[in-house]
């Protein structure tokens, strides 16, 4: 079936630093992906809706600046955490759409992020 | 906007028996998706079940099934026969069903722990 594949899945780095997190489609093309943050026993929040091609939707209250998201193509779209500092450390999931199907989204395995 | 509410933040129940999970949720929509999602520990985002508001019969998913009380916008999910692989956390989740408005509102989950 369709699977998200996202990547890496664990990272660490050091404040000031910029993270990128990538976020794939691998049998379905995906025109919408959705990036979410979640922390620890906590609710999964939605943080930005993804459009390929086109800049992406925030919701309330995320910084733009701070989190970059590029959806180039159909298949890929990537969360970049600028200048990232501890307060930034979450674990941060993307989902994805298959048009061809009633499912809502696919979601990846997540990435746990520690800014140390 | 769309809210999901989750009173229950931790429920546990004898292998075996039968446990129930509630949702209510706010909406002024019609038409809509409901969705129960189970996070293991690995933090996998895994689709139990869902209803689509129009339906009036209740979904059902094996030992999983729903009670959908669309005028008092309720959502619980009942499983039976419990397994120790039930012991996660439990999302209840809300859609939109207008294109291009797909993004989830997750509830606040509920922590289950099935005792052997």
């Known amino acids: 079936g369709a699977v998200v594949s996202q990547h890496p899945s664990w990272v660490i780095c050091k404040s000031g630093t910029s993270v990128k997190i990538e976020c794939r489609s691998l049998?379905?093309?995906?025109?919408?992906m959705f990036w979410y943050r979640q922390f620890p026993k906590q609710s999964l929040m939605l943080m930005a809706t993804?459009?390929?091609?086109?800049?992406?939707?925030?919701e309330q209250g995320v910084e733009k600046d701070k989190f970059l998201i590029n959806h180039a193509s159909l298949t890929l779209s990537t969360l970049t955490v600028t200048s990232a500092h501890p307060e930034d450390s979450s674990f941060y999931i993307c989902?994805?759409?298959?048009?061809?199907?009633?499912?809502?989204?696919?979601f990846g395995d997540g990435t746990r992020l520690s800014i140390l | 906007a769309q809210t999901v509410t989750q009173s229950q933040p931790e429920m546990s129940v004898q292998e075996a028996e039968t446990v129930t999970l509630s949702c209510t949720y706010d909406?002024?929509?019609?038409?809509?998706?409901l969705f129960w999602y189970k996070q293991p520990p690995s933090r996998q985002m895994i689709l139990v079940i869902r209803?689509?508001?129009?339906?009036?019969q209740n979904a059902t998913e094996n030992r999983f099934s729903v009670n959908f009380q669309k005028a008092a916008k309720s959502f619980s999910l009942k499983i039976s026969d419990s397994q120790l692989g039930d012991t996660a956390m439990y999302f209840c989740a809300f859609m939109n069903s207008n294109f291009g408005n797909e993004k989830l509102t997750f509830g606040t989950g509920t922590r289950l722990t099935i005792i052997p």
């Open positions: 993804s459009n390929e091609g086109s800049k992406a939707t925030y």
């Open positions: 909406t002024s929509e019609n038409n809509y998706y």
């Open positions: 209803q689509e508001a129009y339906k009036q």
């Open positions: 989902s994805a759409r298959d048009p061809r199907t009633w499912r809502p989204q696919h």
């Open positions: 049998d379905f093309q995906a025109t919408t």
